[in-house]
């Protein structure tokens, strides 16, 4: 079927009639009842193309290797999509792929999730890229814009893209309230059939700053506390390193040794808080050693709060104090975290403690209700620098004194 619809030098639900020798619609029998349109004969190439070219080997068994390569050729300048060759001089398409390197269709939504707003909130950046699918250049009319405030295009793509090349465009989400906001881009090119591209943009602004009581972001290659709470952290030997954007000397690397940690005798916040979050970006190297602990306040026997791997990697723990301690466990798989960047956040509620592991909640368990016990010492790295040193990197150390909703979890993750 797909040799069908390439007869004419396009995939285009389009073919070269064998009788006639002019071009013709194709239908569900040539298709081979895989696909019955135009559009459907896109999406079934373009949003999976080795699954799409595993299909071509195996209907026509004669194909070489070398000659299915060359029918399905991956665009190697920004590692986003697969382009598939046309027949040269055949005209320009432009095929949008998002961030994730999905397909977005001609009127389709990229979702760029929420973003704090606020003093504590950020923005979201997404790289987009645009395919030439077609045998000729590729024109865009520059700049590409975008309707409204909260949707801007910081980075313009090429103007010309070649036959089977690709360019990229950057758009940043920042939130001006807490709310959902939706607008829209129009791609306007050569391309006879798919010119004017629209594209719809929605997200939405979380509030990340109420009862906020420490950020340690290292932005400034320190410890500095940028909550109300003022509580500016020691630095005990941790070495810069770069975070999980690959911005240099912006995050903490802990060789698991004593005294590798980063203190503060500071009393976080009002005090008195029947309600916690506590949250990190983690990427440790080795946790076949015992526990890793990412954050703890109070001695160790009896923390306030603790945030940590355990169990030689196993396990994840969060453990809160009241007038009793509670621990919530949530078991893992090392090797799925060791060398990785994965976003953790812990909260208790009032009544309920719940994990989320890069947004999405795990584990949760019932917990009686109390108000958190409010120490002085806070480490980040070890448990109250006598024990379970941690071993690899930390960044965006966050505690608030509430529990945050699962979509305010997800903002915090999802911001850059």
Not at 62 to 75: M, Y
Not at 300 to 307: K, M, N, R, V, Y
Not at 326 to 336: F, Q, S, V, W
């Amino acid at each position: 079927f797909m040799e069908e619809d390439f007869s004419d030098g396009r995939f285009d639900g389009k073919k070269v009639d064998e009788g006639t020798g002019k071009i013709a619609t194709m239908n569900s029998t040539d298709f081979g009842g895989v696909v019955t349109s135009k559009q459907a004969a896109d999406d079934f190439l373009k949003k999976d193309f080795k699954s799409a070219q595993a299909e071509y080997d195996t209907l026509d068994s004669s194909l070489t290797s070398a000659a299915s390569d060359q029918l399905f050729c991956e665009t190697d300048s920004l590692d986003a999509a697969c382009s598939i060759a046309v027949l040269p001089g055949s005209p320009p398409e432009a095929w949008v792929f998002d961030d994730i390197e999905d397909f977005v269709d001609i009127g389709g939504i990229s979702d760029m999730g929420g973003v704090g707003y606020g003093t504590y909130g950020s923005q979201k950046t997404w790289y987009f890229t645009i395919v030439n699918g077609g045998g000729s250049d590729l024109k865009l009319t520059l700049p590409i814009t975008i309707t409204g405030t909260q949707f801007v295009v910081t980075e313009q793509p090429d103007e010309i893209v070649a036959s089977g090349d690709a360019t990229y465009f950057t758009v940043e989400f920042t939130p001006t309230s807490i709310a959902t906001f939706t607008q829209t881009m129009t791609i306007t090119s050569n391309d006879t059939l798919y010119s004017p591209y629209t594209i719809t943009f929605t997200g939405n602004g979380q509030d990340l700053d109420t009862n906020i009581a420490l950020q340690w972001s290292f932005d400034e290659s320190d410890a500095t506390d940028y909550s109300p709470s003022g509580c500016d952290g020691t630095l005990s030997d941790p070495t810069l390193t770069e975070d999980r954007l690959e911005y240099e000397d912006v995050a903490f690397y802990f060789d698991s040794d004593y005294p590798d940690e980063i203190t503060s005798s500071c009393t976080m916040g009002a005090g008195g808080a029947t309600s916690l979050t506590i949250s990190a970006w983690v990427a440790p190297d080795y946790l076949e050693n015992g526990n890793n602990t990412i954050m703890n306040r109070g001695i160790a026997a009896t923390p306030d709060f603790t945030l940590a791997f355990t169990n030689n990697g196993t396990n994840i723990e969060f453990t809160t104090r009241t007038t009793t301690s509670a621990t919530l466990n949530y078991a893992i798989d090392p090797d799925d975290y060791q060398d990785y960047w994965t976003h953790v956040a812990a909260v208790f509620n009032g009544s309920q403690m719940t994990l989320y592991i890069d947004g999405v909640q795990v584990a949760q368990t019932t917990r009686t209700s109390g108000t958190v016990v409010n120490s002085s010492n806070f480490t980040v790295g070890s448990k109250d620098s006598t024990m379970d040193f941690f071993s690899g990197t930390l960044d965006e150390i966050r505690v608030y004194e509430r529990g945050l909703t699962a979509s305010q979890i997800s903002a915090l993750m999802n911001q850059d």
